[in-house]
C-alpha cells in the first residue's frame, strides 16, 4: 500500500481538528472564518435600538432647549458659547477615546464599556438640563443667587447632553463594526439610520403635544417633566437592548469567529466565550491553524508574534494630531466630504424653525411676548418643528429605499444623490419661501440626513475590507488581525460633525449678523451642499 493511500484512510478513520473544524462550520452554514457569523435581523434591530433612544432625547432637546435658555434667563450673547463648548469638547475627545476603545480589555468588551458610561452622562446631562431651575429653586433660597445657579445648572446640562449624544455614536458604530460581517454592517447601517428616523419623529410628535392639557402633565405639573419622564424611560430601555444585543469577544480572549460562531450554536448560552480557554498570555497557544502557523510534518510552526505589535499604546493629544494629519488620503478624503456634508445639514436644522418664524411667517422674536408679531413668530416656529418631523420620517423611510437604490447606482451615487437633492432642497426654499412648498421640500431633508448616517460609515468598512485583503494577500494567507483600529477611524469621521457645529456656531451666526437675514443661511447651506456634491464625485476614493 503507497504511502498517500495510507495517509488518506488515515484521515478518513482519524480527521484533524481542522477537518472536523471545518466540517462543522459547512454544516453550520457559515462560510468564511475570516469574518464574524451571520447575525440575524432581531440582533440587528436589537443593536440599533440605541439610536432611537439617542434620536428621541435629541428631538426633546431641539423642541425645549432655547425655551428653556431663554426662562433661565440665559443672556442672548451667551448663545453662541453655549453652542461651542459640546463640539470644541468632542472634537478634542472623540479620537482619543475612540483610540482607548481599540485597546479596552474589558472583560465585557472594548466597545460597550465606553457606551454604557456617554449613556449614563447622556442621562445625567438631559436631567439637569430638563429640572435645573427646579432642583435650585427648592435648594437656594435667595433669589439673585437661583438666578444664577439656574443658568450655571442648565447650561452645564446642555453642555454634558449635547457632548454625549454626539459621543455616543462612534463607540456604536466601531461596536457594529466589530462583531458583525460585511453584509451585517451594511444591513445594521440601514437600520441604524432607520430607527434614527423614527425616533427623531416620535420625539418631534411628543414636544408638540400640549401636555398640560392632559391628566398626565397635570399630575407632573410640566410639560418639560413629562418629556422628561418619556425621554429617559425611553433611552435607557433601548440602550440596555443594545448592549445585550451581540456579544463582544475582549480584546485579549484570541477565540477566533468561526469558532465563536461554533460555540454560539452549540452551547448552551449565547454566544458565551467565557468558558473558552483564555490564551491571551500565549499568542501561540491556540492550536488550531491561524496565521502565522504551518503544517510542517505534522507539527506547528511557532508564531513567534510579538505582543508589543498587537497592543500599541493609546494615543495622548500629541499622537492623536500626528495621527489625524497623517490619515491615508481615502480616510482623509472622506472626512473633509463629510464636514461639507455635516455644515451644510445642521445650519439648516438650527436656523430653520427661526427661518419659519421670520421669514416665511414674518414674524418677529424680539417683540413683546404679548404682541401680535411674537405670536406670529411662535406660530413660524411651530410649523417649522412639524418641517423637522416630515424630514426625520422620511429619513426613515429613505434609508428603507437605500437597500433598492444602492445595487443601482452605488454608494458613489448614494453619496451624490443625498448632497445635490439637499442643495437642490435648500435653493429652491430660498428662492420660493412658501409654507407648502417649505414642507414639501422637507422631504428631501430627509435624504440627506439618511444618507450622512450610512454611507461615509459604509466607506470606512470598504476602506478596511480593502486592506484586510491587501494584508492577506502579502501574507498569503488569513489576516490575523487589524492594522487599523476602527474606533479610531469612526471617531475621526465623527469628530466631523463637532467641527461643523464650531464652523456654523461660530461662522454661520456671525454671517446671519452682517447680512441682517436668516435668509442667508439657507442661501450658505445650498452653496456647501453643491460643494459637497463635487467633493464627494471627484475625490472620495470608492472601492470597486
Known amino acids: 500500500m503507497t504511502r498517500s493511500t495510507t495517509a488518506s484512510q488515515d484521515e478518513l478513520f482519524h480527521p484533524s481538528k481542522s477537518q472536523v473544524r471545518k466540517c462543522s462550520l459547512s454544516k453550520a452554514g457559515y462560510e468564511d472564518p475570516a469574518e464574524p457569523p451571520r447575525r440575524s435581523t432581531v440582533r440587528l434591530l436589537m443593536h440599533s435600538s440605541a439610536m432611537f433612544g439617542r434620536e428621541f432625547c435629541y428631538a426633546a432637546e431641539a423642541a425645549f432647549v432655547t425655551p428653556l435658555l431663554l426662562s433661565v434667563g440665559l443672556p442672548s450673547s451667551l448663545y453662541s458659547t453655549v453652542w461651542l463648548i459640546s463640539p470644541i469638547l468632542g472634537f478634542v475627545l472623540q479620537p482619543i477615546v475612540g483610540s482607548a476603545s481599540d485597546y479596552c480589555r474589558s472583560r465585557w468588551g472594548r466597545r460597550r464599556p465606553y457606551i454604557l458610561a456617554i449613556g449614563i452622562l447622556l442621562v445625567i446631562g438631559m436631567s439637569l438640563f430638563l429640572n435645573g431651575e427646579s432642583l435650585v429653586t427648592g435648594i437656594v433660597s435667595n433669589r439673585r443667587q437661583r438666578k444664577i445657579w439656574g443658568i450655571l445648572i442648565t447650561v452645564f446640562g446642555v453642555v454634558v447632553f449635547d457632548f454625549s449624544a454626539d459621543f455616543i455614536d462612534s463607540p456604536i458604530k466601531a461596536y457594529l463594526f466589530d462583531v458583525c460581517s460585511h453584509r451585517d454592517k451594511e444591513r445594521g447601517l440601514q437600520l441604524h439610520s432607520l430607527f434614527t428616523g423614527i425616533g427623531g419623529a416620535v420625539g418631534y410628535l411628543a414636544g408638540a403635544i400640549d401636555w ?22 425611553i433611552f435607557i430601555i433601548f440602550l440596555t437592548i443594545h448592549l445585550c444585543s451581540i456579544p463582544e469577544i475582549p480584546l485579549g480572549q484570541e477565540v477566533d469567529h468561526a469558532e465563536s460562531y461554533l460555540l454560539e450554536n452549540n452551547t448552551t448560552g449565547y454566544g458565551s466565550i467565557d468558558n473558552h480557554k483564555d490564551d491571551s498570555h500565549d499568542p501561540c497557544a491556540d492550536t488550531t491553524l491561524s496565521p502565522g502557523k504551518e503544517m510542517e510534518n505534522g507539527s506547528l510552526i511557532p508564531c513567534n508574534k510579538p505582543e508589543d505589535d498587537k497592543v500599541p499604546r493609546r494615543m495622548n493629544l500629541k499622537s492623536l494630531i500626528k495621527t489625524l494629519l497623517n490619515l491615508p488620503p481615502q480616510y482623509r478624503s472622506l472626512c473633509i466630504g463629510h464636514l461639507f456634508g455635516w455644515t ?26 404679548n404682541t401680535t408679531a411674537y405670536i406670529i413668530y411662535e406660530r413660524g416656529v411651530e410649523v417649522g418643528c412639524w418641517g423637522l ?67 461615509p460609515y459604509n466607506l470606512i468598512a470598504e476602506y478596511h475590507r480593502q486592506e484586510k485583503r491587501e494584508i492577506e494577500k502579502a501574507k498569503n494567507g488569513p489576516a490575523s488581525g487589524e492594522d487599523r483600529g476602527k474606533g479610531i477611524d469612526c471617531a ?53
Open 212 to 233: 398640560m392639557t392632559t391628566p398626565l402633565g397635570r399630575a407632573l405639573g410640566s410639560e418639560y417633566r413629562v418629556i422628561y419622564v418619556f425621554a429617559v424611560v
Open 492 to 544: 475621526a469621521l465623527t469628530s466631523m460633525v463637532q467641527l461643523a457645529q464650531i464652523i456654523v456656531g461660530a461662522g454661520i451666526g456671525a454671517l446671519v449678523n452682517m447680512i441682517g437675514t436668516v435668509k442667508v443661511v439657507m442661501i450658505a447651506s445650498s452653496a456647501i451642499s453643491f460643494l459637497g456634491c463635487c467633493f464627494v464625485a471627484l475625490f472620495v476614493h470608492y472601492v470597486h
Open 344 to 369: 451644510a445639514f445642521l445650519s439648516t436644522m438650527l436656523f430653520f424653525t427661526d427661518f419659519m418664524g421670520q421669514i416665511v411667517y414674518a414674524g418677529d422674536p424680539y417683540a413683546e411676548h
Open 389 to 455: 418631523c416630515i424630514n426625520a420620517i422620511f429619513s426613515a423611510i429613505y434609508s428603507y429605499l437605500q437597500k433598492i437604490i444602492m445595487p443601482v447606482i452605488g454608494l458613489k451615487g448614494l453619496y451624490f444623490l443625498g448632497y445635490f437633492l439637499f442643495g437642490l432642497g435648500t435653493g429652491l426654499i430660498s428662492l420660493f419661501p412658501n409654507v407648502h412648498s417649505i414642507l414639501a421640500l422637507c422631504s428631501i431633508f430627509g435624504a440627506m440626513s439618511s444618507t450622512l448616517y450610512t454611507v
